[in-house]
């Protein structure tokens, strides 16, 4: 086995809590509009202690080195293109520092039109008007 898969393989193991088996590599591209917005390869597990029975993981380089991602293979990641999709959408929401201390977001809540984060230390919420992509601080 190679070191990356290797790595991905640890990191699935720890999401998941318990040993998996390599399934198979799996070429994902995922496009928007035509335009590619990921590309890579999805690493497929078997997890031996089920839920979930299926777990995807994969590498993404970053300024920090490689990052390992490691999605469940529960609903709606049911492939791993769906997987990927699954933390595009997470990585989207958990964007912006906290203007406080540059602490983290985290998605916090939505209602039509708006979607609320609230930071993890001071508690600040950020509101995101999702047709302008406005944000006010409450
Ligand atoms: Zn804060």
């Given at each position: 086995?190679?070191?990356?898969?290797?790595?991905?393989?640890r990191?699935?193991?720890?999401?998941?809590?318990?040993?998996?088996?390599?399934?198979?590599?799996?070429?994902?591209?995922?496009?928007?509009?035509g335009?590619?917005?990921?590309?890579?390869?999805?690493?497929?597990?078997?997890?031996a202690?089920?839920?979930?029975?299926?777990?995807?993981g994969?590498?993404v380089?970053?300024?920090?080195?490689?990052?390992?991602?490691?999605?469940?293979?529960?609903?709606p990641?049911?492939?791993p293109?769906?997987?990927?999709?699954?933390?595009?959408?997470?990585?989207?929401?958990?964007?912006?520092?906290?203007?406080?201390?540059?602490?983290?977001?985290?998605?916090?809540?939505?209602?039509?039109?708006?979607?609320?984060?609230?930071?993890?230390?001071?508690?600040?919420?950020?509101f995101?008007?999702?047709?302008?992509?406005?944000?006010?601080?409450?």
């Open positions: 086995m190679n070191k990356l898969l290797e790595m991905i393989q990191t699935v193991e720890a999401t998941v809590e318990g040993p998996v088996t390599h399934r198979e590599s799996v070429p994902v591209v995922e496009t928007f509009r335009q590619t917005i990921w590309e890579g390869i999805v690493e497929v597990f078997d997890v202690t089920p839920p979930p029975a299926v777990a995807y994969w590498a380089e970053s300024d920090k080195g490689p990052q390992y991602v490691t999605v469940k293979g529960e609903p990641a049911a492939s293109l769906a997987a990927v999709r699954v933390w595009l959408v997470s990585e989207a929401r958990k964007d912006k520092k906290c203007p406080q201390g540059g602490h983290e977001f985290a998605f916090f809540d939505s209602f039509p039109g708006f979607e609320i984060f609230e930071c993890s230390k001071c508690k600040l919420r950020k995101v008007d999702l047709k302008t992509g406005k944000e006010t601080f409450e």
